[in-house]
């Protein structure tokens, strides 16, 4: 019988050494590849479809796209350029992409966002990451459950990238800058322009090309302002058809929460996962039988062909008006005629100045709407008042005005600027939709903004905020979209499309014909970075 010979134990740990270093090589061979064919798919500008289509047809990953992102953050939010739009980048983000990818090659169900990174505004509540409004005061909290849009985004595949950084509180439509992050945040466009506010960290992250599509909040102008600082659209609902639960708020009464993206498309897909009825926040009970079917359908060509359009010259007509934005808004009304609409040149609310006359009086909502949302958080509040907010001292000076009147507010029932506001928003609703039926419009237009976006730091010169009145004050949808440029080219303005409520459907429509029509959006020319 043979004899098996053993080899010596120096050349077992060679070859057991060899074959180790085999194995890492094949490793890495076969993780290079994977980035290789991540890097062929055009990460800049790209949409939910085009990422789709690439999921689908193979070479590109979920881990590959994430990484993609990844490595364009790192070079170009706080290094490069460094537009100083994210709080925190989610560390599991890679794992949750591997998550999905096998998901798909188990050939599983996958949802209507599937793998889409997504940058949320740090006023959502994140359950796996903290949630800060933009203040120190709340640093380190993690909530146990996530806002109701956040939980419909990652239940429709969608990966929470990073949260973005706001205007502390959600106080100031003009700037981004908070406690939570030294720093302004950057307009992408002109890295010396502000990016409006409160949502501009998600607005110059979705432009910056460091997520695909963006969550932001409007209580005044916060989705739609920075939306058109950063050539991006941007939806506000009708009040009810979306829900705030799990968003710290600044006024019940007025605030929504929406999509920040680069495209109508894309907005709309993201929208119809979000929109609808939530027990966690009553007000959405309106939209009982309200919302449509797939807002996706919306989107077609030819849009704008018969539709009647009214100029809202109340909304911007000021002395204040920039001329180039002016100019830029005449050219947008001749290429809505270009595409078939019929445009009315004026379209005015009758009695509007007796309207907001009204409305008299202050009416401070968010010491009472903060306290509620605290205690309804229990023993896991982070703070319980405002006062507890002042004495901490943790907020930023820019703040401290604001948190001072908010902590002396009297009650609301004692404030009769609220009962006065009621009446005003019943009005205005009344008259809005009168004019629309007198006139057969399906929308009013008017220039998101009247100037271009400010040189950081300067409070002075006219701001140009048009989105303060018409939308919040009715609840009605309004939808905003590129619509040119201003200052040799450099800075994007955008285009409002007003509507009457539950009108959602219909703005989608008309904002898709003018964007495809003229295709306005293009990427800011950062100067470092990957995928250039």
């Not at 290079?32 to 047809?57: G, K, N, V, W």
């Not at 460094?82 to 890679?94: D, E, F, K, Q, T």
Request: hydrophobic share 40%.
């Amino acid at each position: 019988m043979p004899t098996s010979r053993r080899r010596p134990a120096a050349s077992r740990r060679r070859a057991a050494a060899g074959l180790a270093a085999l194995g890492l090589a094949l490793a890495g061979l076969a993780a290079s590849a994977r980035p290789a064919d991540a890097q062929r798919f055009a990460l800049e500008e790209t949409t939910i479809a085009r990422i789709h289509q690439a999921l689908r047809a193979g070479p590109l990953t979920c881990r590959g796209l994430v990484q993609r992102y990844l490595d364009r953050i790192a070079a170009m939010d706080k290094r490069g350029p460094a537009i100083n739009a994210l709080v925190l980048v989610n560390p599991a983000a890679l794992a949750t992409a591997d998550s999905l990818d096998a998901v798909q090659r188990r050939g599983g169900p996958l949802g209507p966002l599937h793998c889409i990174p997504t940058i949320v505004k740090d006023n959502f509540e994140t359950r796996d990451l903290q949630t800060t409004a933009g203040s120190l005061a709340l640093k380190g909290w993690v909530p146990t459950r996530d806002a109701t849009q956040v939980a419909r985004l990652r239940a429709a595949g969608a990966i929470v990238l990073a949260k973005a950084n706001l205007a502390e509180w959600a106080f100031t439509p003009y700037e981004t800058v908070s406690s939570i992050l030294p720093g302004y945040t950057k307009n992408p466009y002109a890295l010396d322009r502000v990016t409006a506010g409160s949502s501009g960290g998600t607005a110059a992250a979705v432009a910056a090309n460091f997520g695909a599509v963006g969550l932001g909040t409007d209580t005044g102008n916060s989705i739609r302002g920075p939306s058109a600082h950063q050539a991006l659209v941007g939806i506000r609902s009708t009040m009810g058809l979306t829900s705030r639960a799990g968003v710290v708020p600044l006024s019940d009464v007025a605030d929504i929460a929406g999509p920040m993206t680069r495209t109508v498309a894309d907005a709309a897909a993201v929208f119809d996962v979000v929109a609808g009825e939530d027990p966690d926040d009553p007000v959405t009970r309106d939209a009982r039988g309200r919302r449509e079917r797939d807002y996706r359908a919306f989107v077609v060509p030819g849009g704008l062909q018969g539709a009647r359009i009214g100029v809202l010259r109340q909304a911007y007509d000021r002395p204040t008006l920039d001329a180039e934005v002016a100019q830029v808004f005449e050219r947008a009304l001749d290429d809505l005629r270009a595409a078939g609409a019929t445009v009315l040149d004026s379209a005015m609310v009758p009695a509007l100045d007796s309207i907001l006359a009204l409305g008299r009086g202050g009416c401070n909502r968010f010491k009472w709407d903060l306290e509620g949302y605290f205690a309804a958080r229990g023993e896991g509040a982070p703070v319980k008042t405002v006062e507890a907010v002042l004495r901490s001292g943790a907020f930023h000076p820019s703040t401290q005005l604001r948190l001072q009147q908010a902590a002396a507010a009297a009650p609301l029932d004692s404030q009769p600027g609220c009962r006065n506001r009621a009446l005003s928003r019943d009005a205005l609703r009344a008259a809005v939709t009168a004019l629309m039926d007198s006139l057969r419009l399906d929308a009013l237009v008017y220039p998101t903004w009247s100037n271009v976006p400010r040189l950081i730091g300067d409070l002075n010169t006219p701001h140009g905020d048009n989105s303060q009145l018409f939308s919040p004050l009715t609840g009605f949808p309004a939808i905003t979209v590129p619509m040119g440029w201003t200052r040799a080219g450099t800075l994007p303005a955008g285009m409002t499309f007003y509507g009457r409520a539950w009108s959602e459907g219909r703005l989608i429509t008309l904002a898709y014909g003018y964007e495809q029509g003229t295709r306005h959006r293009r990427p800011p020319r950062l100067a470092s970075g990957p995928d250039r």
